[in-house]
């Protein structure tokens, strides 16, 4: 088994440390714990007290029943017992495509795409075909091209909805059809739905518009919370049951301290969301604003989510000019090449205001310096 290097995670890994002006990250601006009790009125010597009562044991090995239950209540109809907690959306991901996936099958992904998509099939056997998303199309892949990718022996789709890197989102009807899709091939759509569209956006989960759905999520980027590590996968019970034997061999536990901090955050998820909602509305008009205003940038205007997708004028390869950023200006952000798409950058616009501000100011220095 063997993987190429993981493109965007390669990038952080190497520079975020070094970034003065750090606009590459998508959650949206972490909380504290001093924070999280603040927002939720939780009084933190009680919090303390009874996590000092607790003992330091495997905890819920599929996640606390209050856990479960708050996760569940994201989806409709959705028992309790079909929600399995992981290390994050990544390890939801990678349990279902480990639990799932055999060297006969074929995959579709769309592309670009956060990499474990298709890269983790191709790696366990698998014949895995591209489905490109189109600048003109507002980010969006054509159905009809899926279509024509289809198999005989197509096992799985993989979506994530909304796009990173491009913040585009498959609406209610568009995911319809492509469940339509899907139901005639047989295959399991499985969908990277950590990016929760604000705003208008009414977007359904995947598993509530298809019993061979498959979804995985996490506190990481909507609920601001990527240091504790805890995700979720949600499913039908026959898939439930299928990860559930695979889990076995991945996972133990997301651990006590982790479980009790997430149910604390879904407990109160409507002040987080709010919370939210807000730096995402007001840093996306600020966003919007400084493309206005730069003549050597523009994009198409992503939904209202934390990830955005910039194109630049530049007059070299996008990654020399993102390093050149980083070192002369300290400013950090995702070059496209590392999506397979040159003259763009990915810039997350949901972190500490002050910070998009300068970030975005030194970029237009960059820009008209080259």
């Known amino acids: 088994m063997k993987l190429p290097r993981f493109g965007v995670e390669e990038?952080?890994?190497?520079?975020?440390?070094?970034?003065?002006?750090d606009i590459a990250g998508v959650s949206i601006k972490s909380l504290s714990l001093a924070e999280l009790f603040d927002l939720t009125q939780t009084n933190a010597q009680d919090f303390y007290e009874e996590l000092g009562k607790k003992t330091l044991n495997y905890g819920w090995i599929e996640g606390s029943p209050e856990f479960k239950q708050e996760?569940?209540?994201?989806y409709q109809n959705m028992p309790v017992d079909n929600i399995l907690q992981t290390n994050g959306a990544t390890g939801a991901s990678m349990l279902a495509l480990y639990a799932l996936i055999e060297p006969?099958?074929?995959?579709?992904?769309?592309?670009?795409?956060?990499?474990?998509?298709?890269d983790i099939p191709r790696s366990l056997g698998a014949a895995v075909d591209l489905w490109p998303i189109k600048e003109e199309e507002n980010w969006l892949p054509d159905l009809a091209e899926l279509r024509q990718l289809i198999r005989p022996n197509t096992k799985l789709i993989c979506i994530n909805n909304a796009n990173n890197p491009t913040g585009a989102v498959m609406g209610t009807s568009y995911l319809k059809e492509l469940v339509k899709i899907a139901k005639e091939?047989?295959?399991y759509i499985l969908a990277d739905e950590v990016y929760r569209p604000f705003g208008?956006?009414?977007?359904?989960?995947?598993v509530d518009?298809?019993?061979?759905?498959?979804?995985?999520?996490?506190?990481?980027?909507?609920y601001s919370l990527p240091g504790i590590r805890v995700g979720w996968v949600a499913s039908n019970r026959e898939i439930a049951d299928i990860l559930r034997d695979y889990r076995d061999y991945t996972m133990i536990c997301a651990g006590v301290f982790d479980d009790m901090v997430a149910t604390l955050a879904l407990q109160h998820k409507e002040k987080i969301l709010a919370r939210n909602r807000k730096i995402v509305t007001d840093n996306m008009a600020l966003m919007q604003k400084w493309?206005?205003?730069?003549?050597?940038?523009?994009w198409v205007p992503p939904a209202q989510v934390s990830t955005s997708f910039v194109?630049?004028?530049?007059?070299?390869?996008?990654?020399e000019f993102a390093l050149n950023l980083l070192k002369e200006y300290g400013v950090l952000v995702i070059p496209g090449n590392r999506f397979d798409i040159e003259g763009h950058v990915r810039i997350g616009f949901c972190g500490e205001r002050a910070v998009l501000e300068a970030g975005l100011a030194r970029l237009s220095e960059a820009l008209h310096k080259s």
């Open 104 to 118: 006969e099958d074929h995959v579709i992904s769309i592309y670009p795409t956060y990499q474990q998509l298709y």
């Open 185 to 187: 091939a047989g295959a």
């Open 311 to 319: 194109k630049l004028e530049v007059n070299q390869s996008i990654e």
């Open 291 to 298: 493309i206005n205003q730069e003549p050597l940038a523009s």
């Open 200 to 206: 208008d956006q009414k977007t359904a989960s995947i």
């Open 11 to 21: 990038w952080l890994n190497v520079h975020e440390k070094s970034a003065k002006y």
């Open 209 to 222: 518009l298809y019993d061979r759905g498959i979804a995985v999520n996490s506190l990481s980027k909507t």
């Open 71 to 74: 996760v569940a209540e994201l």
